[in-house]
């Protein structure tokens, strides 16, 4: 489905989705009439322009974005997207606390991050075999 309305643009857009929810989200977003050009540029200024126009008060604040139902896709896409970033420095905590275990105590790991040796023990044990995205959408050329 991602070579299908938009082509390849789509598989860039929805890239922060896991492979087996991109078709539906590709699906979802084309049948309420957003383009990728449209999911792309709310996903490159990170929901700001929807941000702006929802607290506009104007009643007809969802129209740029395909109505109500394109409004809530592209703010549900920001979602997924920032959920996906949060992910991905997490697992990067991950493994520098793992590296951090090799030459100090999770004691002395705590202290200096300012979290419980529990958390230590609990992200050490972290990584993620999640395929991440490289780039965020804002620095894609």
């Known amino acids: 489905m991602e070579s299908q309305p938009g082509g390849d643009t789509w598989a860039t857009v929805v890239k922060h989705r896991a492979p087996e929810q991109r078709d539906a989200v590709i699906v979802r977003l084309s049948e309420a009439g957003v383009t990728p050009e449209q999911a792309q540029a709310a996903l490159a200024d990170g929901g700001d322009a929807l941000y702006a126009a929802a607290r506009s008060g104007r009643p007809d604040w969802a129209e740029p974005f395909g109505g109500p139902l394109g409004a809530a896709l592209l703010a549900a896409e920001v979602s997924a997207l ?6 991905r420095a997490s697992a990067v905590r991950a493994l520098a606390v793992d590296a951090l275990l090799e030459d100090y105590s999770a004691v ?3 202290t200096a991050l300012g979290i419980s040796r529990q958390k230590v023990y609990d992200l050490g044990k972290g990584g993620s075999g999640i395929p991440f995205i490289d780039i965020a959408p804002w620095r894609l050329p």
């Open 82 to 87: 920032s959920a996906h970033l949060v992910s």
């Open 108 to 110: 002395a790991v705590a």
